[in-house]
């Protein structure tokens, strides 16, 4: 196993303290505090356009911010120091499609300074050893996603960030990457999953809903159910933003 380097924060492999960002003239991201714990899955979840990715760029130093802290592992997002500790899976794939599987897997793995060998592993990870000779561009939609998913988990990193990870997926690839992400927080590794399918938040240790750019709740699945009394993570996001709207404040819920 990978000796991992220890966070320079206490307990916190992520600290995000009022972080504003700017576009068009529009804070698309007001003011947002939260941290994510270490070796855990947190899971970013909201519906589409309320700033999951504007938040995941932060946090891996690509966004551009108008004010506020990013710390990552203990530096500022985006430092060179954490460019091999950080792994990064954008919604669009980010492979060469005139390469093959394994062609795009080698190339990385040289920038990154990861050994090939764990090339292979990587793949059977995501299910794609079968397909290490193909030509990446003419693989299927969820294939190519795939393949970044095995490119951004080569270091090994410390830190994933994945952004809708297990779109256009079928259920038995999507509980089997659930399983791995479990499996690598258990190793040590932080994970941050963003999604706008509800259903999935259950398979995450703690999360984090947003809506319009701001976290209208940070808690564990079962504690904002037991909060809301609702029967599921939807009725339970859809309460919080009613108390959030009428300034209600309470454990875990951010107004």
């Known amino acids: 196993m990978v000796n991992k380097m220890q966070p320079e924060t206490t307990g916190s492999a ?23 714990p270490c070796g855990q899955v947190t899971g970013l979840l909201g519906p589409s ?7 995941m760029r932060a946090l891996v130093g690509v966004q ?16 060179p120091a954490l460019r091999n500790r950080v792994g990064y899976l954008t919604q669009a794939p980010s492979v060469y499609p005139d390469l093959t599987v394994a062609e795009n897997l080698g190339f990385f793995a040289r920038v990154l300074r990861a050994p090939l060998a764990q090339t292979g592993e990587v793949l059977e ?3 794609l050893a079968d397909h ?6 003419r693989l299927s939609g969820g294939q190519r996603s795939r393949v970044s998913l095995a490119v951004a988990l080569l270091g090994p990193p410390e830190l994933l960030v994945l952004d809708e990870p297990t779109v256009g997926l079928d259920p038995v690839l999507r509980r089997d990457l659930w ?11 932080t994970l941050i999953v963003s999604s706008h399918v509800m259903d999935e938040a259950l398979r995450c240790d703690r999360l984090l809903l947003m809506r319009s750019g701001r976290l209208v709740a940070d808690n564990t699945p079962q504690a904002l159910l037991d909060t809301t009394g609702a029967a599921d ?16 404040q309470g454990e875990g819920v951010v107004a």
């Open 14 to 36: 992520v600290r995000v303290d009022h972080l504003c960002v700017v576009r068009g003239g529009l804070a698309v991201v007001p003011d947002l505090s939260f941290a994510v």
């Open 49 to 55: 356009g309320c700033g999951k990715t504007t938040l």
């Open 64 to 79: 551009k911010v108008r004010s506020g802290t990013v710390q990552v592992l203990g530096r500022p997002a985006g430092t």
């Open 125 to 127: 990870q995501v299910d």
């Open 132 to 137: 290490r000779g193909s030509l990446v561009g």
């Open 179 to 189: 399983t791995l992400f479990h499996r690598l927080a258990a190793s040590g590794t």
């Open 233 to 248: 993570i939807e009725g339970a996001f859809l309460s919080v933003i009613g108390s959030a709207g009428n300034g209600f």
